[in-house]
């Protein structure tokens, strides 16, 4: 195990709706990073934050927002779902921010937008 | 042109047998590669790290061509545990950004 907790496992919301998935990073690291994996897909780089700033986001509309807490714990909220944001949401911990730092995952929060 | 595109699957292959999947990367500035390992509905989880000289962990290896910007591993003596979805893994460079193929799932019979 990696040490990396995500909550809920899973959930179904309808259209309009909002969402908030939280995730508890291994201990010891201060970086996390959320993606999305749709159905059939490798997973899409959402964005990652490091010691509570946002560092890097990806092609992902300003209704995806996070937050990192000082125990480096996170959360990804979405607003205003979208049938298309049905997918195995995933969050990444690591020991620094970083091109060299290897990112463990989480067991992953399945959302179902009906 | 997708930024890390690999091998289409599904591959089907007996027991024992040498499967190997390749990957190219479009970003020529990319440092670090990986490849990663999903189950059936399960979370990515690290194989290994692939480095420029080459690397490997038993019965895998993981080579690395900067100038084609290629990346392969080769799984030797399949076992059924093997089954899975293997998934090329490039870093961005833009932080701790993790570019994603798509995924080759490996289907190994008895």
């Known amino acids: 195990e990696t040490g990396v907790t995500q909550s809920p496992t899973h959930l179904i919301k309808t259209r309009g709706q909002q969402v908030t998935l939280r995730c508890s990073s291994q201990?010891?690291?201060?970086?996390v990073s959320w993606y999305q994996q749709a159905l059939g897909q490798g997973p899409q780089f959402i964005f990652q934050?490091?010691?509570?700033?946002?560092?890097g986001r990806g092609n992902f509309p300003p209704r995806f927002s996070g937050l990192q807490f000082p125990n480096y714990s996170s959360e990804l909220n979405v607003n205003a779902l979208e049938l298309d944001d049905s997918a195995l949401y995933l969050c990444?911990?690591?020991?620094?921010?970083?091109?060299?730092?290897?990112?463990?995952f989480g067991p992953g929060t399945r959302l179902l937008v009906l | 042109r997708k930024e890390v595109e690999q091998d289409p699957g599904p591959f089907n292959v007996p027991e024992g047998a040498t499967v190997a999947f390749n990957c190219t990367y479009s970003?020529?500035?990319?440092?670090?590669f990986f490849w990663y390992r999903q189950d059936c509905r399960k979370e990515p989880k690290l194989l290994m790290s692939?480095?420029?000289s080459g690397n490997e962990d038993g019965r895998f290896t993981a080579q690395l061509n900067r100038a084609s910007q290629y990346i392969s591993l080769l799984i030797r003596d399949s076992k059924l545990s093997d089954s899975a979805t293997y998934l090329c893994?490039?870093?961005?460079?833009?932080?701790?950004?993790?570019?994603f193929g798509q995924g080759t799932e490996l289907s190994v019979k008895p």
């Open positions: 990444a911990s690591s020991a620094q921010q970083g091109s060299q730092e290897t990112q463990y």
């Open positions: 201990s010891g690291h201060n970086t």
């Open positions: 692939v480095y420029s």
């Open positions: 970003n020529s500035a990319s440092q670090s």
């Open positions: 893994v490039v870093n961005s460079n833009q932080g701790g950004k993790l570019i």
């Open positions: 934050y490091y010691r509570e700033e946002e560092n």
